[in-house]
C-alpha cells in the first residue's frame, strides 16, 4: 500500500497497528520515515455488537461490585473478563475469565488490558501508568486515566474542587502527617478537624475525626489533607451516569447514615427525607462535578448538607457505589445496568423509583473473625420487601462489608422501620467464636 495512504490515515490506524524499532526505516535524502505497518489482528467491534458476541469487557477488580455489576452483563450476555489478585475474588464464580494479577503491577494491567475491547474499573487502586498506555493505543478505557488521576489523590481531588468552583469543606494538605502538629502550634489548624489519608483509604480506613493532638498518634505518615469539620444536617450523594457522547442523567438524591465509630455507611434511604429546593441544589452540584470530571461511566458525588442548607463536595467515585445499591431493588434502571450502559456508550436507562428503597450494610460483628456465618437470615427472610445480597467473601473480621440488605416499601417511614429490624436481627458473625 503507498506511503501517502498511511500518512493520511495514521490516526485512524494507530490503534490497531504494532510498531516496533526495526519497523521503522528513515530515508536521510527524502528526510521522511517510511512505516512498515502490520495490522493488528485484534477484532473490531464497529456496530455496538457487545451481546452474544466475541466482544470482552474487561473489568479491573473483582471484588462485590464487580459481581453485582456482572449480574447484568450475564443478563445480557456480554463476555466478561476480570482481574482480581484475590483467588477467591467473589467475581471468579460469575465471569467468562479470570485472571489472578496485582492491580498496581504495570504489566499486569496492559497485558489484560490488551484481551479485552473496553476497560472499566470496579476499584480505584489501579496502575494508571498502564491505563494511560493502554489509552494512548486505542483501547476505550472508562473512567479515562486522566480522570483517575484527579480522583485517586484525595488531596488532588479537593485541589480539582477548588479550580472548578465546586463547592467543599476548606482544607490544607500536608507532604506528611508529621507537618500537621507544626500547623497546630502555628495556629494554622485549629480542632476538630478531619484528617485523611491523601490515597488508599476507604470504608472508613484513612479517615479521622482528631479533637486534639493525642488523637494524631498512630496514623500513618504519609501525604494527607487536615479537612475543617463541618457541622452538617445531612450525608447526601447522587449518582451521575454519563456516556461518551454526552448524555448524562442523574439517581434521585439519598441520605446515608453513618457508624458512629466504623466511619461506614449503615443506611442509605432512597428518596433523601428532605426538602425537594435542597435535593435540587444537591443534584445541580453533583452535575457540575460530573461535567467538570468529563466523566464516563458512574459518578457517586458524597456530599454534607450543612446547618445553613449549602450543598459541600466531600469525596467522589468513579464507579458504581455502596450508595446505589438499592437501585438493585428499587429503581427502574439500576446502577450496575446503568454503568454498563454508560461505558459501552448505549442510552441510558430511566432513573426513577419504582418504590422507595432503603439499604442496609452487613458488616461483620466486633470480636469475630473468621469462617462466617449469616445468623438469623432465615427471618429477615420472612419480612416484606426485604432482599438480602451475600458478597461471597468466605472470611469475616470486625466492619468487613459482607454484604447488603434491600428494602422496598411504597411507605418510607415503614421501610426504614423495617430495615431497623433487619440490621437488629442479622449478624454476621464467625464459627471461630
Known amino acids: 500500500m503507498p506511503l501517502l495512504f498511511f500518512k493520511k490515515n495514521l490516526a485512524f490506524l494507530m490503534p490497531f497497528i504494532h510498531l516496533s524499532c526495526k519497523d521503522i526505516i528513515l530515508n536521510d535524502d527524502l528526510r521522511i520515515f517510511a512505516l512498515i505497518l502490520k495490522i493488528n489482528p485484534l477484532k473490531v467491534n464497529t456496530n ?28 445480557f450476555d456480554i463476555y466478561t473478563c476480570v482481574l482480581d489478585p484475590s483467588e477467591e475474588a467473589p467475581c471468579k464464580i460469575a465471569c467468562n475469565e479470570f485472571y489472578q494479577g496485582d492491580l498496581m503491577d504495570f504489566d499486569t494491567v496492559y497485558n489484560f488490558g490488551k484481551k479485552v475491547d473496553v ?17 494512548d493505543e486505542g483501547l476505550k478505557v472508562y473512567p479515562s486515566p486522566k480522570t483517575l488521576r484527579f480522583i485517586q489523590n484525595k488531596a488532588t481531588q479537593k485541589l480539582f474542587y477548588t479550580d472548578h468552583n465546586i463547592p467543599t469543606a476548606p482544607f490544607t494538605r500536608f507532604a506528611f502527617t508529621s507537618e500537621i502538629e507544626d500547623a497546630i502550634d502555628n495556629g494554622g489548624l485549629v480542632f476538630p478537624f ?51 457522547s454526552g448524555e448524562i442523567k442523574n439517581y434521585p438524591v439519598v441520605e446515608m447514615e453513618f457508624h458512629p465509630e466504623a466511619n461506614q455507611v449503615e443506611y442509605v434511604i432512597c428518596p433523601a427525607r428532605i426538602d425537594e429546593t435542597i435535593a435540587q441544589k444537591a443534584i445541580d452540584v453533583a452535575l457540575k462535578t460530573a461535567e467538570a470530571y468529563q466523566h464516563v461511566g458512574l459518578l457517586a458525588v458524597e456530599m454534607f448538607q450543612t446547618q445553613d442548607d449549602e450543598i459541600l463536595v466531600n469525596e467522589v467515585a468513579p464507579r458504581p457505589h455502596n450508595s446505589g445499591h438499592y437501585s438493585i431493588e428499587a429503581s427502574v ?27 442496609v450494610n452487613l458488616v461483620g460483628t466486633e470480636g469475630h473473625t473468621g469462617n462466617v456465618v449469616y445468623k438469623n437470615i432465615e427471618e429477615i427472610l420472612s419480612l416484606d420487601g426485604v432482599t438480602p445480597h451475600i458478597y461471597g467473601k468466605k ?15 411504597m411507605d418510607i417511614t415503614k421501610a426504614r422501620k423495617i430495615a431497623e429490624t433487619v440490621k437488629n436481627t442479622i449478624k454476621v458473625i464467625s464459627t471461630n467464636n
Open 48 to 75: 455496538n455488537t457487545y451481546f452474544s458476541s466475541d466482544f470482552k469487557l474487561g473489568i479491573l477488580g473483582g471484588g462485590q461490585l464487580g459481581k453485582m455489576l456482572l449480574n447484568d452483563t450475564r443478563k
Open 119 to 135: 476497560l472499566t474499573i470496579e476499584i480505584e487502586g489501579i496502575n494508571l501508568q498502564a491505563l494511560q498506555k493502554l489509552e
Open 194 to 244: 478531619v484528617w485523611k489519608a491523601a490515597q488508599f483509604g476507604y470504608d472508613g480506613n484513612g479517615v479521622k475525626v482528631i479533637r486534639q493532638k493525642s488523637d494524631l498518634e498512630g496514623l500513618n505518615n504519609v501525604e494527607c489533607i487536615a479537612e475543617e469539620m463541618i457541622p452538617f444536617k445531612n450525608e447526601l450523594a447522587v449518582i451521575v451516569a454519563r456516556r461518551p
Open 333 to 359: 434502571t439500576s446502577q450496575f445496568e446503568q454503568h454498563l450502559r454508560a461505558v459501552l456508550d448505549l442510552p441510558l436507562g430511566r432513573t426513577s423509583n419504582k418504590q422507595a428503597g432503603i439499604m
Open 395 to 409: 472470611q469475616t473480621r470486625p466492619f468487613r462489608k459482607m454484604g447488603h440488605v434491600t428494602i422496598v416499601n
